[in-house]
């Protein structure tokens, strides 16, 4: 028999922002490897496109806007609907906020944090609940910027470090569920999200160049951090909990 320790086909994997960019990545991939996947985001037709792009069977789509952070718990009653408990999950979606801090207001700040920060929070605290899950991986897609500011995107930055800690205070907390929780730091990735920020904002030479300056020298793939979190969702990383996986391409 083959030694393969990235096989997934005994997992059921929760995949948020699964509409497009790293979210849809993820889904197809965990897929390749014999996932069974549970799609989640706002939009019930671009979710029915990745679901098309799935390889295998038994997967499905939940369409649900994860800003009701007061009432998650249709999301995971849908999830196991078939019986059937999660072993994973990958928290793709979120917000990119540029704004700049005289612009900032609380009210704007809340709004980020909304959706970059507490809804991760409370998608961990129900998939920790034996009703729903039997252990596992949680992976969360934070950013470099996280841990390399950006001018003008003082919300998201702050939110996404938010995240980072989140991620070590859980995976202390969650070990006794034989929980995982790890992040990827995602560099520069060049998805449809990312394409119309560049376009609002006009930043597109500057950020060009801020790329070929990385060590790697090239914008980040979807199936760059898609491969991170098949790897944290996987055996291969049994004994990887409370970490930030860099993906940046060496962004300097």
């Not at 086909?9 to 996932?35: E, H, P, Q």
């Not at 917000?95 to 207001?105: A, K, N």
């Not at 859980?170 to 920020?197: D, F, Q, Y």
Request: glycine share 8%; hydrophobic share 45%; charged share 20%.
């Amino acid at each position: 028999m083959a030694f393969t320790p990235l096989d997934l086909s005994d997992r059921k994997i929760l995949v948020t922002g699964a509409s497009s960019g790293i979210g849809r990545a993820a889904a197809v991939y965990v897929s390749k490897l014999g996932a069974k996947v549970v799609l989640t985001g706002r939009n019930e037709e671009r979710l029915q496109e990745t679901l098309c792009q799935l390889e295998g069977k038994g997967h499905y789509v939940v369409a649900f806007d994860l800003t009701n952070l007061d009432d998650m718990a249709p999301l995971f009653e849908a999830a196991v609907k078939d019986g059937v408990k999660l072993n994973g999950m990958v928290h793709s979606a979120g917000i990119p906020y540029v704004l700049p801090l005289r612009s900032l207001t609380p009210a704007a700040m809340k709004d980020c944090f909304a959706s970059d920060y507490f809804c991760f929070v409370e998608l961990v605290r129900q998939y920790a609940k034996a009703k729903y899950s039997d252990g596992g991986s949680i992976v969360a897609i934070s950013s470099v910027s996280s841990v390399k500011p950006v001018a003008g995107e003082l919300g998201y930055c702050t939110a996404k470090a938010a995240l980072n800690s989140a991620v070590a205070c859980m995976a202390l907390e969650l070990s006794k569920k034989h929980i995982r929780v790890n992040g990827v730091l995602a560099g520069n990735i060049l998805t449809e999200m990312a394409e119309r920020t560049l376009a609002q904002y006009g930043n597109r030479e500057l950020k060009d160049n801020e790329v070929k300056q990385s060590m790697i020298g090239r914008w980040g793939k979807p199936d760059d951090i898609a491969a991170a979190c098949a790897f944290l969702l996987s055996d291969m990383s049994a004994f990887t909990t409370a970490s930030l996986l860099d993906c940046t391409g060496g962004a300097r």
